[in-house]
Every structure is written in C-alpha cells, then in structure tokens.
C-alpha cells in the first residue's frame, strides 16, 4: 500500500495563475495508489448507481458508450503538492448517468475495484463539474491511471477523481471514505489547500 503523508513535498511553487497554493508543476504523470492496481477486462465492467432507498441501476460498458462524450480539457492537482495543467480526457459526464435518479441524496460515496471509496456532495458531481473518463490523451485509459474507466473531478484534489470506478452510492448525510478516514480533509478543495483534516 502506498502511503502518503505530510512529509512529501514539491519541487517548489510557479507563478502560474492556474497553480493552487503549495502545488508545483509537473510534465509527468505520477502514479500513486491506495492498493495493487486491479485489471478490469471491459466485458466484466460495470458501474451501480445505488438510491438512497437501495434502488440500483448497472450501467454496463457499451451502455456508458452510448451515453454522449465530453472532452475535457482540464487542470488535475494531487494532494501530494503535483500538478498538472491542460490534460486531456474523453468519457461520459456524471449527468448523465444520473439523469433519471429521482433522489434526495445530498452525498456519494464513490466505490472502486479494489475497495477504495471516496465521499463528495452530490452538487461536486453534478453541472458539468465531473465525468466517467476512459480515454486520456487520445488513448485508451491506462490501468495505471484508473482504466479502463475513472472518476474525474478536476476541481478538487485528484484522490476524490477514483481509479477503477464501480460505483456511486446516493447517501442522505455524509460519510468518510478510505482516505478521508485516515485523515485527508473530507472535502478537499485545492485553492484552499484542504488537504488534510484539519487544514
């Protein structure tokens, strides 16, 4: 398991106006994961949406194909101090998805192929702020990089963007996920440098 805690730090900061506070450039893509990095064959993915009251609906590869594409171009920011700016995606919005849920919900819990989990406000997912991405730079998602599909959330530190997406569970209060149990900041917005619980 790769840990990451406050002791890592950046090569130094940049002026460029995109660059949230603390963060440093990078040209690279570095990996880090919570777990062994899980192969998903795309003819065994799936994807629950799960109510709040238990309803669920699994969304099967070709069915996210056929639900339109966006490509985003945006700036991700990892919590470990990296960022990296104009990256390339295509994949499905959260829209989408949950067009037809009819829910009160106020929060998710993310769930991955391997068992991590991540929280967000539901309003984090939803008007255009996050994606099912499967594609990166033109090219198929790597496994390394969450293929063959991921959450993207661009706006908050990249560790609540999911590798491996399974599964969105509706929730009417909050709870913490894997990292944010361990004491990362439950939300985790990098232009205030939520970074860890009490920040």
């Not at 985790?188 to 920040?199: A, I, L, M, N, T």
Request: net charge negative; aromatic share 12%; glycine share 10%.
């Amino acid at each position: 398991m790769a840990i990451v805690n406050r002791g890592f730090e950046g090569r130094g900061g940049s002026d460029d106006q995109r660059l949230p506070p603390g963060q440093h450039l990078t040209d690279g893509f570095p990996v880090l994961s919570a777990s062994v990095t899980p192969l998903i064959p795309k003819d065994k993915w799936e994807l629950t949406v799960t109510s709040e009251t238990g309803t669920q609906r699994t969304w099967r590869w070709h069915d996210l194909l056929a639900l339109p594409l966006e490509s985003p171009v945006v700036d991700i920011h990892c919590v470990t101090r990296w960022s990296k700016l104009g990256t390339r995606w295509e994949g499905v919005p959260v829209d989408a998805v949950l067009a037809d849920v009819d829910t009160e919900a106020t929060h998710v819990m993310v769930s991955s192929y391997g068992g991590y989990t991540t929280n967000l406000p539901l309003t984090d997912l939803r008007g255009g702020k996050a994606w099912i991405a499967y594609r990166y730079d033109g090219q198929e998602l790597a496994a390394l990089h969450g293929g063959p599909a991921r959450l993207l959330v661009p706006h908050l530190y990249f560790w609540k963007s999911a590798k491996w997406l399974n599964g969105l569970r509706l929730m009417l209060r909050d709870e913490p996920g894997f990292w944010e149990g361990a004491g990362y900041h439950n939300h985790g917005d990098p232009w205030r440098e939520e970074r860890y619980e009490f920040d």
